[in-house]
Nanobody, 129 residues
């Protein structure tokens, strides 16, 4: 059974930090690119950061560059999103996704939402004083 489960969300003050975790099982990540997406109330889903399994590239949304960092541990079936200097506009539900590999495509292709795959249930991040 394919499953992705996010954790680590919560309430944090502006300027604070959180690390989101995503555990996967039921599939081989070699055939998927991995990414974090978010959706705020009343807004479209946005690709935050992705890792391409096609070329190894990593992408970040302009709004999080220099503050967020994505990483993965294949041995533990985990992917992480470290978030620093959080801002109120980072408030959203954050989703982990395993996206079907497309040969030759870089990370920003996956974060643009062109590819389907498997999704977690999401974890809420609220940045507020």
């Amino acid at each position: 059974q394919v499953q992705l489960v996010e954790s680590g969300g919560g309430l944090v003050q502006p300027g604070g930090s959180l690390r989101l975790s995503c555990a996967w099982r039921g599939f081989t990540l070699d055939y998927y690119s991995i990414g974090w997406f978010r959706q705020a109330p009343g807004k479209e889903r946005e690709g935050v950061s992705c890792i391409s399994s096609s070329d190894g590239s990593i992408s970040y949304a302009d709004s999080v560059k220099g503050r967020f960092s994505i990483s993965r541990d294949n041995a533990k079936n985990m992917v992480y999103l470290s978030m620093n200097n959080l801002k109120p506009e980072d408030t959203a539900v954050y989703y982990c996704a395993a996206l079907t590999r497309v040969p030759g495509k870089p990370a920003d292709y996956y974060c643009a939402g062109y590819v389907g795959g498997y999704w977690g249930q999401g974890t809420q991040v609220t940045v507020s004083s």
